[in-house]
């Protein structure tokens, strides 16, 4: 049994019980050591606060707990209860939703689960391609959400000179919606830099009859913010993960109307899932009261600076930023005016090795596979948690820019991988070593 100190942080709890496992507790200080010692920007990650990862690591991953508050299938869950009611209404109201489902274990099943709540199998559903910022579960064929609906896809407009391009092109939903006449339509992206309105969608979504879900994996934290246009009201379904921009656990959240509410939760459970992960729950809750917080607004306004800032300054490096910028905590990058040789699976190979973390994503209109990829997606919201801010933006984009301008130099990526080093002591995540966890 391992003696904890009385006062110990929650870093050296973590480290003194993992002595008893020396194999996992080296791979833990190992992912420690590169998220503070390489530059995150992959735009869907974030550092969560000391508070939230304490409630992901607290007894409640011991708790069965089937069922809804009040409703479940075990005994001795006055506590989990409570904490899935704190984190529903923390939901409810950080957002103005009637209801809210905090269950899904991720953004994928939350997903499925607002399919299997507004459709049937087979049913016709309008979303966006994968390839031109879509996601896999908006119905990629290698993807369940592919097999059990019928999906037809509405993409961007073409890419113009002066940035105004490549935009949700809504002649095309509209149009697509009128021919195909989808139950459902879904709007919300993995890869897509510029405001998505709900507004037209449900517009568009009245005039054929159909629902409208929108997924707002990525800008829940914005919206949460006020820093982008809310679905809630207006989509009878919005799913999101917590991760994100709303900076809590890993995992998954639905808001929808009281008069929805019983389909959605009948569909997460028993429909899809099993016992509720209640820990995570109790971190979500955790992540909802932060995110309802002023510094939150204050850091939703500065991931999207920093994003401006980032793009502005590699379209000065010689990129070509698809969408010509960003409203939100993203930015995709064309590599092809830049060098077009250089493929996004080598530049993010070669930018981990310098130590600057992103994704390789492709393009619209790509026209090398998603495996190999012409562009790399970035995003500022987990280094603006570290703290930094746009001119850290300018100094990263520099270094991207070096990195792949000289990518056979080792000399030169040690050199970039050293500057790396210093800008992340100044911009620990962990500060206090708490966060750490180990
Ligand atoms: N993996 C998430 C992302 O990176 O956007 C979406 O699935």
């Known amino acids: 049994m391992t003696t904890i100190p009385v006062g110990s942080s929650l870093a050296e709890f973590v480290s003194a019980v993992l002595s008893s496992d020396p194999e996992v507790r080296e791979l833990l200080e190992r992912e420690v050591r590169r998220q503070r010692s390489t530059i995150q920007l992959i735009a869907s990650e974030n550092f969560t606060s000391t508070a939230v990862m304490a409630a ?14 009040g409703r479940r299938y075990y005994g001795g869950n006055a506590v989990a209860d409570e904490v899935e009611e704190v984190a529903r209404e923390r939901a409810r109201a950080l957002f103005g939703a009637e209801h809210a489902n905090v269950q899904p274990h991720a953004g994928a099943p939350a997903n499925l689960a607002a ?21 896999l579960t908006h119905g990629s064929p290698v ?31 509209r149009q697509l919606a009128r021919t195909e006449r989808p139950k459902l339509i879904v709007a919300g992206a993995t890869a897509y830099s510029r405001t998505i309105d709900p507004g037209t969608f449900r517009e568009i979504a009245d ?26 009201g207006l989509a009878d379904v919005v799913t999101f993960t917590t991760h994100k921009t709303l900076r809590g656990p890993r995992g998954g959240a639905i808001l929808t109307s009281a008069e929805l509410g ?33 510094e939150f607004k204050e850091y939703a306004k500065t991931v999207k600076a920093n994003a401006r800032a980032l793009a502005a300054a590699l379209s000065s490096e010689g990129f070509r930023i698809v969408a010509g910028g960003t409203d939100n905590h993203l930015l995709l990058v064309d590599l092809r005016d830049f060098d077009p040789e250089l493929t996004g699976k080598t530049a993010q190979e070669v930018l981990d090795r310098a130590g600057i973390t992103c994704n390789r994503n492709q393009i619209p209109d790509d026209p090398r596979s998603p495996f190999v990829t012409s562009g790399l997606r970035l995003g500022t919201a987990a280094e603006t948690t570290a703290g930094m801010g746009e001119g850290e933006m300018e100094v990263i984009a520099s270094l991207i820019a070096r990195v792949l301008r000289r990518r056979e130099d080792e000399a030169e990526l040690e050199a970039v991988r050293s500057q790396v080093r210093q800008l992340c002591e100044a911009f620990d995540p962990y500060p206090s070593g708490a966060g750490a966890l180990i």
Do not use: C, W
């Open 207 to 232: 005039e054929v009859g159909a629902s409208f879900m929108f997924d707002a994996a990525h800008p829940a934290g914005l919206i949460a913010a006020g820093e982008h246009p809310s679905p809630v």
């Open 115 to 135: 399919y299997m709540a507004l459709v049937e199998p087979g049913d016709t559903i309008l979303a966006m391609r994968l390839d031109q910022g879509g996601h």
């Open 56 to 69: 992901s690591a607290s007894v409640l991953t011991n708790k069965y707990a089937e069922g809804y508050p």
């Open 262 to 294: 019983k389909a959605v939760d009948s569909a997460i459970f028993p429909g899809l899932q099993g016992g509720p992960l209640e820990h995570t729950i109790a971190a979500k809750a955790v992540a909802f009261a932060e995110a309802a917080r002023p």
């Open 143 to 173: 993807s369940v959400t592919g097999k059990l609906y019928r999906f037809v896809a509405y993409g961007v407009t073409p890419a113009a000179a002066d940035g105004s391009g490549e935009r949700i092109d809504f002649d095309q939903v």
